[in-house]
């Protein structure tokens, strides 16, 4: 049973993980929590599934038709939902803005796709067994991946130091020179990459379903509360405490009983810390 | 000058007296008109597989029915409203059937959350109803006495897969799972109801949330419980498929009972392995199942081969067509035989059928009881069997 909660908890934690530093990526350079990022872990899975088994494309190339994909929805997601309301961020016109584009997705692609959930195929020709089966370790890797070359990019290039300067003080960053307008794009490219990651990733678990978009969207934030906002390291820990969490909840009381776990958790840990576990109280000028 | 005399005044009004005593010849629109039959029918949206099967029987029926002179002379129509399985959609459509299009009666809708919606309008137009919903309180003789049901009741299903547990596969504990949606949350409760009312004991009692990835938790616990088959009520094919999955890998061979979905096809590329999809019975209908020869009932035999060439039955299942081709056939049936298009006599024959002989199943109506399609014919299939929208009887049926 252990196990068992450890292989998928860590596995869904991971995901959601994935989605809390999409949420992050996109909010450091714009000030904006993007709805969209639960949608981008769903196409993750849907055009996973559709160029690596509908269309037979080997799962390298299937992987990186799909991150491009998740890229440009990420551009298509500054331009149409974030940048006509960066003006008024008080308004908070955003989360009207991003939900309207989530639902967009959710609703093309259930038409054009399915309503049913659909297979994601077997990357590694099922690698691994039981609870070391390749859907249980790929998401966990993906992570770790994807969180050391975020380090990396934030650390060691140019552009991932112009990044944090925006996310730091866009209007300094601006005034030194930065191109403010175009990181920001890059970084939705960026965020859409890693969305689509996670729901490439987790695939063989989560399959590829038109629903998993509101359920990532919903899990993929609390992770991003737990660990404070705009911190990745927050997200992960968050994430990965979160799928254990949920899955030795459902071990223990059951389908809806451990949801009301999960928000009972949530809510008595933002009671304590408000500002995230790994958070940090940030002084505002009124 | 025009001069009127008696005498062509008293001609004049004989040769009125006599044109209408034969009868003027009347308009011909009544008698040239088609006879319009509404279908709410949810073509497009999430819910649109049952519809696109049941319309391919409908357009069937109506095509099958005008190729043979229509009905006392006058062609079917069918009226068709997309309804996107949107009840509020549906009211409207239902609203134009009933005031614009002067429908005869009106076939559907096809899922409950519309017909919940529609049901009480059609009452109060006193529109003749047939519907394949599964809801219970849909069919209410004083409340809706226009309303009849063509397949069976919530119950009905209840009743099949508990007597299969019971009667069939006789075990005396059972583990009665549902998904979190108002649907799987009601069906389990009554389920698990039903049968401790026989006497059975329910080992385990719980909802799955339908996207959570891993059933491990909810199986093991059964397991532990003494579960000696599981009983599933869900609309989730990626759930059923997870439940199977997991079975398998836990090396449990309990059997799987429930929902009509644990037999779509969709799952079959969902599990892991085709052997994860055996021991799983799920509700089907005795003339669409056929027997260990590969062979159906006499009369949808006879129905599939008039079918072939014609309508495909691949992607769909057979009752689907079946029934839809029944409805349409039951409301032309009415007109021939009583000669009247109200829709009081139209009800007042439906309420007077008694084993009608039709492709899905000999339905009988009276007054007090619009649950026309028999129990006795809900029927469990082996799941992993579908051949042309029609399944292997389950085994244990003499």
Not at chain 1, 198 to 203: E, F, N, T, W
Request: aromatic letters at 8%.
């Amino acid at each position: 049973m252990l196990a068992s909660i450890l292989a998928s908890g860590l596995a869904v934690g991971a995901v959601y993980a994935l989605i809390g530093i999409t949420y992050n990526t996109m909010f450091s350079t714009s000030r904006v929590m993007s709805f969209t990022a639960g949608q981008l872990g769903m196409l993750g899975g849907v055009l996973g599934s559709l160029f690596g088994l509908r269309l037979g494309l080997p799962w390298p190339l299937a992987l990186l038709l799909t991150l491009a994909a998740g890229a440009l929805v990420g551009v298509v997601t500054e331009f149409v939902a974030v940048r006509p309301v960066l003006r008024s961020l008080d308004q908070h016109l955003y989360v009207l803005s991003t939900l309207a584009l989530a639902l967009m997705l959710q609703q093309v692609t259930a038409i054009t796709w399915s309503t049913e959930p659909q297979p994601f195929p077997r990357l590694l020709g099922g690698f691994g067994e039981d609870v070391l089966d390749e859907k249980f370790w790929l998401p966990v890797a993906a992570c770790a991946l994807v969180v050391a070359g975020l380090e990396l990019l934030y650390r060691r290039t140019l552009v991932g130091h112009a990044f944090l300067a925006v996310a730091e003080d866009n209007f300094a960053a601006r005034a030194l020179g930065l191109p403010e307008r175009r990181l920001r794009v890059m970084s939705f490219a960026l965020a859409g990459a890693v969305g689509a990651l996670a729901g490439y990733s987790g695939g063989e678990l989560l399959l590829a379903f038109f629903a998993n978009g509101p359920h990532l969207n919903f899990y993929g934030f609390i992770p991003v509360a737990l660990g404070g906002l705009g911190n990745n390291r927050g997200a992960v820990i968050g994430g990965l405490v979160l799928g254990l969490f949920q899955q030795a909840a459902n071990f223990a009381v059951g389908g809806i009983f451990a949801s009301v776990a999960v928000f009972t958790m949530f809510i008595v840990v933002l009671l304590a810390a408000p500002q995230g576990l790994l958070g940090s109280a940030t002084a505002r000028r009124v | 000058m025009v001069t009127t005399n008696r005498r062509s005044l008293v001609l004049g009004g004989a040769g009125l007296a006599g044109a209408a005593a034969l009868g003027f010849p009347r308009p011909a629109l009544a008698q040239g008109e088609p006879l319009r039959i509404g279908w709410l029918a949810a073509m497009t949206g999430p819910s649109s597989a049952p519809t696109v099967g049941f319309n391919r029987g409908v357009v069937f029926a109506a095509e099958t029915i005008n190729a043979a002179g229509g009905v006392k002379g006058r062609k079917l129509e069918i009226v068709t409203r997309d309804t996107q399985g949107d009840p509020t959609k549906a009211v409207n459509a239902t609203q134009e059937l009933i005031s614009q299009a002067k429908v005869l009666a009106v076939w559907g809708p096809t899922n409950s959350g519309e017909s919940l919606a529609v049901t009480p309008i059609m009452a109060r137009a006193r529109m003749p109803n047939i519907h394949p919903c599964v809801v219970d309180s849909l069919i209410d003789p004083v409340k809706f006495p226009n309303a009849f049901r063509i397949a069976p009741s919530n119950t009905q299903w209840d009743d099949a897969v508990r007597g299969y547990c019971l009667k069939v596969l006789k075990v005396r504990r059972v583990a009665v799972i549902g998904d979190t949606t108002g649907y799987g949350v009601t069906a389990a409760n009554a389920s698990a109801a039903a049968f401790k009312r026989d006497g059975a004991e329910v080992a385990y009692q719980g909802n799955i949330d339908s996207t959570q990835p891993d059933m491990t938790p909810d199986l093991l616990r059964a397991r532990n419980a003494g579960a000696q088959a599981i009983v599933v009520w869900s609309v989730s094919t990626g759930m059923d498929a997870r439940l199977f999955n997991t079975r398998a890998r836990m090396g449990w061979d309990v059997p799987i009972v429930g929902h009509p979905s644990l037999a779509s096809g969709e799952i079959g590329g969902l599990i892991e392995k085709p052997a994860n999809w055996d021991k799983v019975y799920a509700i089907g209908y005795r003339s669409c199942s056929y027997d260990e020869a590969g062979k159906l009932a006499p009369r949808s035999q006879d129905f599939v081969a008039r079918l072939k060439g014609r309508v495909t039955l691949s992607d769909t299942l057979l009752w689907w067509v079946a029934a839809g081709y029944d409805a349409v056939s039951l409301v032309a049936k009415a007109v021939e035989d009583t000669g009247a298009t109200t829709n009081e006599a139209i009800v007042k024959y439906w309420n007077g059928l008694s084993r009608y002989p039709g492709i899905f199943g000999d339905y009988t109506y009276t007054p007090q009881e619009h649950n026309g399609y028999p129990t006795d014919d809900v029927v469990m299939s082996a799941a992993n069997s579908g051949r042309d929208g029609s399944f292997r009887l389950a085994p244990g049926y003499g």
